[in-house]
DNA sequence: AATTTAATTCGTAATCATTCTTATTTGAGA
DNA sequence: TCTCAAATAAGAATGATTACGAATTAAATT
């Protein structure tokens, strides 16, 4: 499970300045394990910091996209932002439409698929499921 | 494959009226194998119809959706928008990056996890492969 | 410890997609 | 044709995201 201060020390070995603010955002990804929308991340950190602007918030979230400390999807319109989960390596979700939490699906449904494009060059995928998890059934 | 009269045919079942820009909307739609944004179909209508608002546009796309003549997704940030291939039942898409036509992917990953999902209502879930097509190769 | 430099943040404005509001127009049935 | 609910036009409002100049700060260097 990642911690604050691993992901700091990685952000260092890529030449990216330690701040405040980074660690507080971060703190708040390890808290959770769900996805979570910027303007969460606003409200949450106004708390420590009365003046962060949108700016700072985005900035940080599609940087830590960039090295792979967050991965990102689309929810309801907004850009939603989590942890990468690196105990296990690539996997989808189920998302919970009511709570926010997810559960890992190991299934990735691409290695079942190659045979069908052939002469097509594929970057990415996507592959989601949305629902009630028991708790909120 | 679908034509503008029988879309009509079926909107007229459903108690919606017959105007000029759904006909025009409907139009569009059937010429075109790709997902389409709401500013693209408003930039085309304009043409017979200078005055035409998003308003008429989304009120018509959602409302076209809602009666499953259309089918949407979420593509950079925009809902997108195209005619349901309705050759086929149930079913996902390759999408190109570059000219944004699409190819059916007809295996639908959710058969195949059930037994994980133990538990969980499923409400809904989204599978789609981003690349490039052979012509855009 | 003070200095330097580039990265980062702040504060605010701009942009872009989408939704809303109100007045007006129009399609379809009586 | 007349009537009325449905649909549209025009433009304002909203909400997420992006952009930008000025000020601040981390961290490397002296």
Do not use: W
Request: with cysteine.
């Amino acid at each position: 499970m990642m911690n604050v201060e691993t992901a700091l020390q990685k952000l260092k070995e890529k030449g990216y300045k330690r701040t405040k603010q980074r660690e507080r955002i971060l703190e708040i990804f390890v808290k959770q394990d769900q996805y979570i929308a910027a303007k969460e991340i606003l409200k949450e950190i106004q708390n420590d910091f009365p003046g962060v602007s949108y700016d700072t918030i985005y900035r940080n979230l599609y940087m830590l996209t960039d090295v792979e400390l967050l991965e990102s999807t689309e929810l309801g319109g907004e850009k939603h932002f989590r942890l990468c989960c690196e105990t296990q390596g690539h996997h989808h979700h189920f998302i919970c439409t009511d709570c926010g939490k997810t559960k890992s699906i190991e299934f990735c449904p691409m290695n079942s698929i190659e045979e069908n494009l052939n002469g097509y060059n594929v970057e990415n995928h996507k592959f989601e499921i949305y629902g009630k998890c028991p708790r909120c059934i």
